[in-house]
């Protein structure tokens, strides 16, 4: 089934790459949005805040990372791209999951914790943000021979371990 998509892989890169750039477009601009929870703004201007904060994160940049994953992973299957390079992206995708989740957790935080007066700097969150960036796009895009580089033995070949529990047989 899954090679009736080969020719779709133009279009389904499209889908990828349209659905990472609003993804990370959208983590660049949430810290901004999150500088801005100063209750000195006003009572209207911070509720228009929190506002396009939370539901641009649940509604806009939540989606788009999942659809991105999604085809991500899609395109891993079909363009069978088992390769070291692409293993190096996923650390750093899944990194920048974890930035995405912080970005999550800190809309909370303004909006649960009282004591949560001071606003958040952008600072942090864009550099880390760049710095994943660049490191994906550098793989994705030069696809750098690794294979070179040792690994540990339990990281290239099966070790023959069995799971601590008895699995149902079929
Ligand atoms: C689970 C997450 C992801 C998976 C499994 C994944 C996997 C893939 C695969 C298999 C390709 C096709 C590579 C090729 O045709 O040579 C691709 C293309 C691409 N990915 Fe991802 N990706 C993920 C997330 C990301 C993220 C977060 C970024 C950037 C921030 C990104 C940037 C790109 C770009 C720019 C391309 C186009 C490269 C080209 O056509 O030469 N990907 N991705």
Redesign the pocket.
């Known amino acids: 089934m899954i090679d009736a998509l080969v020719p779709a892989i133009p279009h389904i890169?499209a889908l990828?790459?349209s659905m990472?750039s609003i993804w990370?477009a959208g983590l660049f601009a949430l810290p901004l949005v999150l500088a801005r929870h100063d209750p000195a703004i006003g009572q209207q201007d911070y509720a228009i805040i929190r506002r396009v904060g939370h539901y641009g994160y649940i509604f806009l940049v939540t989606p788009c990372a999942l659809f991105?994953?999604g085809s991500?992973?899609l395109?891993?299957f079909l363009?069978e791209?088992f390769e070291p390079w692409?293993f190096a992206?996923?650390v750093f995708?899944a990194l920048?999951v974890a930035l995405h989740a912080w970005v999550g957790r800190a809309d909370m935080s303004v909006a649960e914790d009282a004591r949560s007066e001071k606003p958040l700097s952008p600072r942090i969150p864009h550099v880390a943000l760049t710095a994943l960036?660049a490191a994906?796009?550098t793989l994705?895009?030069a696809?750098p021979d690794l294979g070179a580089i040792p690994m540990p033995g339990w990281l290239t070949e099966p070790v023959g371990l069995h799971l601590p529990f008895d699995v149902p047989r079929r």
Do not use: S
């Open positions: 890169k990828h790459v990472l990370c991105a994953i991500g992973l395109l891993l363009r791209a692409m992206k996923l995708v920048l960036i994906i796009l994705v895009l696809k």
